[in-house]
């Protein structure tokens, strides 16, 4: 979903170079990630891509000067995560994967419809009830 890397890091499609197609998903998932170009061009080759690059062409977001460095920003980002309401976090993926290939009209009935089912949720309520009381809110994932 989020990808974040030290600078050092190096990415490739290896299995080209070693008479093999990819078989673990990268050939269907990498496409979607770096377009189709950049991922024929990794998977044909096999050749390595640097942080910098991979920045370049989206196969990471971000690119950090050292592995404490991406550690420490990557449980940031996750602890900001897990911030949020767990409903809504799982909520929010489903609808980006379920509406990545589809039109926007059919992602924006798809969301109406998931949103519809849990607005009766405790965590919505708490939510309302901490902005309204100007606090942090503590979600259940209920």
């Not at 170009?37 to 080759?45: D, M, V, W």
């Not at 942080?51 to 370049?56: C, E, G, K, S, T």
Request: with cysteine; net charge neutral.
């Amino acid at each position: 979903d989020v990808r974040v890397c030290s600078a050092d890091a190096r990415f490739s499609v290896r299995e080209t170079r070693l008479a093999m197609v990819a078989d673990l998903g990268t050939l269907q998932r990498l496409p979607r990630v770096v377009g189709p170009g950049h991922a024929r061009e990794l998977a044909f080759t096999g050749d390595d891509v640097d942080a910098a690059r991979a920045l370049r062409i989206g196969l990471v977001n971000d690119v950090l000067p050292d592995r404490e460095a991406t550690l420490s920003h990557a449980r940031d980002m996750a602890r900001r995560i897990a911030a949020n309401s767990p409903l809504a976090v799982r909520g929010v993926k489903a609808v980006m994967d379920w509406s990545a290939d589809r039109r926007v009209e059919d992602g924006l009935d798809y969301v109406a419809s998931w949103n519809a089912a849990f607005l009766a949720s405790e965590d919505l309520a708490e939510a309302v009830s901490a902005f309204a009381q100007k606090r942090p809110p503590v979600f259940k994932g209920t």
